[in-house]
Antibody, heavy 114, light 106 residues
Framework: QEQLVQSGGGVVPPGRTLRLSCAAS????????IHWVRQAPGKGLEWVAF????????YYADSVKGRFTISRDNAKNSLFLLLNSLRGEDTAVYYC???????WGQGTLVTVSS | SYELTQPSSVSVSPGQTARITCSGE??????TRWFQQKAGQAPVLVIY???DRPTGISERFSGSSSGTTVTLTISGARIEDEADYYC?????????FGGGTKLTVL
C-alpha cells in the first residue's frame, strides 16, 4: 500500500528551527515530486513548497521563501522540510503530498510559541 | 498573486444536489483539482483535470468548467459528504488553493 508517513512536528520558540520528514512506503519516492502544504488552526489550506522528482526544481511560497528549505534523501526514500526562523504565523499542521495530489501524509503539527 | 474565490458555506438536504463554485482568472489557463477534507483528516482528491474522478471516488462527484469558474457538483448528497471542499490550481511557480467551502448536509 502506497503511503506517505510524516514525523518531526512539535512545539518550538520563535526564531528556532525544526525539520519535518516525509517518508514513502510502498513506492519509490525518487519517481515523484513532492508538495508541502500547511493549514493553520481553523483555517484553509496553504501551499508551501515543491521539489521535483530529481531535486532540480524547488519552488516556495512567498511567505516562507528564504526561511524554509526542501531536501530529499532518495536512499532513505524520504523528503524533508527544514523550517528556519520560525514565527507564530507558521503554526499549522503541515502535510506532504505526492506531485499529482493523490497521496497525502497524515500531517504533523508545528506550534511556534514561547 | 492569483486568488481563487469560493463561498464559505453551502447547505443542502440529504438527497439534494450540492454545487460548490470556485472563481479566478487563472482558471481560464489551468485545470483544477478539488479536495474533500473531513474534520481532523488529511485532504482527499475527488476531482482532477476539472472533471475527472480518481479511482474509488463516487460517481456522485463531478466537476465542470466555464470560463473563470469551475464547479464541483455532488449529486444525491449524503450525510457523509459533510466536509470542507477546496479547489486548487497550479499557477506560475506556485500552486493556489481556494479559501474552502463548508458543506452541510442536514
Amino acid at each position: 500500500q502506497e503511503q506517505l508517513v510524516q514525523s518531526g512536528g512539535g512545539v518550538v520558540p520563535p526564531g528556532r528551527t525544526l525539520r519535518l520528514s516525509c517518508a514513502a512506503s510502498g513506492f519509490n519516492l525518487r519517481s515523484y515530486g513532492i508538495h508541502w502544504v500547511r493549514q493553520a488552526p481553523g483555517k484553509g489550506l496553504e501551499w508551501v513548497a515543491f521539489m521535483s522528482y530529481d531535486g532540480a526544481i524547488e519552488y516556495y511560497a512567498d511567505s516562507v521563501k528564504g526561511r524554509f528549505t526542501i531536501s530529499r534523501d532518495n536512499a532513505k526514500n524520504s523528503l524533508f522540510l527544514l523550517l528556519n526562523s520560525l514565527r507564530g504565523e507558521d503554526t499549522a499542521v503541515y502535510y506532504c503530498a505526492r506531485q499529482e495530489w493523490e497521496r497525502w501524509g497524515q500531517g504533523t503539527l508545528v506550534t511556534v510559541s514561547s | 498573486s492569483y486568488e481563487l474565490t469560493q463561498p464559505s458555506s453551502v447547505s443542502v438536504s440529504p438527497g439534494q444536489t450540492a454545487r460548490i463554485t470556485c472563481s479566478g482568472e487563472i482558471l481560464t489557463k489551468k485545470s483544477t483539482r478539488w479536495f474533500q477534507q473531513k474534520a481532523g483528516q488529511a485532504p482527499v482528491l475527488v476531482i482532477y483535470k476539472d472533471s475527472d474522478r480518481p479511482t474509488g471516488i463516487s460517481e456522485r462527484f463531478s466537476g465542470s468548467s466555464s470560463g473563470t469558474t469551475v464547479t464541483l457538483t455532488i449529486s444525491g448528497a449524503r450525510i457523509e459528504d459533510e466536509a470542507d471542499y477546496y479547489c486548487y490550481s497550479p499557477a506560475d511557480k506556485s500552486w493556489v488553493f481556494g479559501g474552502g467551502t463548508k458543506l452541510t448536509v442536514l
